[in-house]
């Protein structure tokens, strides 16, 4: 399930808090956005097309929750990164942020773990 950037900022109000309705979703991500209502609750709508979240009818409105797991999403979000920029290869995508500069002592400190916990499993 493909989920655009502006959808997964409602996601992450959901994942946040919820069940939440539409308005309470605005109010959570449109200072930061500048969206209006009008474009969280097509947001709304497309998520539920999706099945990435569910609605359920609560007097006059609706109450969403999240019916795809952030670390579902995230598992998808990041096995497409590596598989469309590096072939499907994490090794070269740990080299291109080394190659920049941008692990820290401390990230690779905790890849090195990692690598050690890996290799520690039966």
Not at 27 to 36: F, I, L, M, N, R
Not at 38 to 66: C, H, M, Q, W
Not at 102 to 122: G, M
Request: proline residues 4%; glycine residues 6%.
């Amino acid at each position: 399930m493909q989920i655009s950037d502006a959808e997964s900022v409602v996601m992450q109000a959901l994942w946040r808090s919820s069940p939440l309705a539409a308005e309470d979703v605005f109010a959570a991500v449109a200072a930061g956005q500048g969206w209006q209502e009008p474009t969280v609750k097509t947001l709304l709508n497309r998520l539920l097309k999706k099945g990435a979240i569910s609605a359920e009818r609560d007097g006059r409105r609706f109450l969403y929750s999240p019916v795809l797991s952030r670390e579902q999403w995230l598992a998808q979000e990041s096995q497409g990164l590596v598989d469309r920029l590096f072939g499907g290869r994490v090794a070269p995508m740990v080299a291109q942020f080394t190659e920049r500069g941008r692990l820290s002592k401390k990230d690779l400190a905790e890849l090195r773990q990692l690598l050690e916990d890996i290799e520690d499993e039966p």
